[in-house]
């Protein structure tokens, strides 16, 4: 099984809603990214969880909020959005060990619209 | 974190190759070149690694000169679904930052 998977693919939510993001991998890797991309832009990094610890946050604003449950599950909880974070969030892991192969899988996406 | 510099986009037709170079010039010793394709709407795609010389798998081929300050990412016969978006990474593998993304090539191939 060489497959991330990312539910839910389409979400809409109000800027007072509490939503969550689910990303779930079983390829035994140790290293998950949450990433966020706009149209016609390259992903951007957002977060890093390293054998189950956080290791990269990359100034995000607090109502985006990783969570990682055991070593197959990246969550990300959302709160009081803002329009301008409607965007394609993708998920990814990787083997996450130095020197080994780095191939990361990526998921398919959710496609966030902050109404 | 090495920087790369890619073309914005590149035309191409049906049934030519394809080179595509990204420069890195302060790449790292730990570094390696990875490659990935995006389609509208997915996630990236892995397509091929390297560290020197020259890799080859059943997708692409990946030619790294000696000084490892820049690298072609070679598509023999492209078709019309090799439309999409190829991403030049550089990174430690070691480095949780080693999956940070450029701007990337905007690959269209004409009929």
């Known amino acids: 099984d060489t497959e991330v998977t990312q539910t839910p693919k389409h979400l809409v939510m109000g800027m007072t809603n509490k939503k969550s993001l689910k990303c779930e991998q079983h390829?035994?890797?140790?290293?998950m990214y949450w990433y966020k991309q706009k149209a016609k832009k390259p992903p951007e990094l957002m977060f890093v969880y390293s054998y189950e610890k956080l290791s990269i946050n990359e100034s995000v604003p607090s109502r985006f909020s990783p969570e990682c449950p055991n070593s197959s599950l990246l969550n990300l909880h959302l709160h009081a959005l803002q329009p301008e974070d409607s965007a394609l969030y993708l998920c990814a892991s990787s083997q996450g060990n130095r020197g080994t192969n780095t191939e990361a899988f990526f998921g398919q996406g959710t496609r966030l619209t902050v109404v | 974190l090495a920087k790369t510099t890619q073309p914005i986009s590149m035309d191409s037709y049906e049934g030519q190759e394809v080179n595509i170079t990204c420069s890195h010039n302060?790449?790292?010793?730990?570094?390696?070149i990875t490659w990935y394709q995006q389609f509208p709407s997915q996630g990236p795609r892995f397509i091929i690694q390297g560290y020197k010389t020259k890799v080859t798998n059943e997708v692409a081929s990946l030619f790294i000169p000696a000084d490892r300050k820049s690298s072609t990412l070679s598509l023999p016969r492209v078709s019309l679904s090799d439309t999409a978006v190829y991403y030049c990474l550089v990174g430690d593998s070691g480095s949780a930052r080693q999956l940070t993304f450029g701007s990337g090539t905007q690959l269209t191939v004409l009929p």
């Open positions: 302060n790449i790292a010793t730990n570094d390696y």
């Open positions: 390829m035994g890797h140790r290293a």
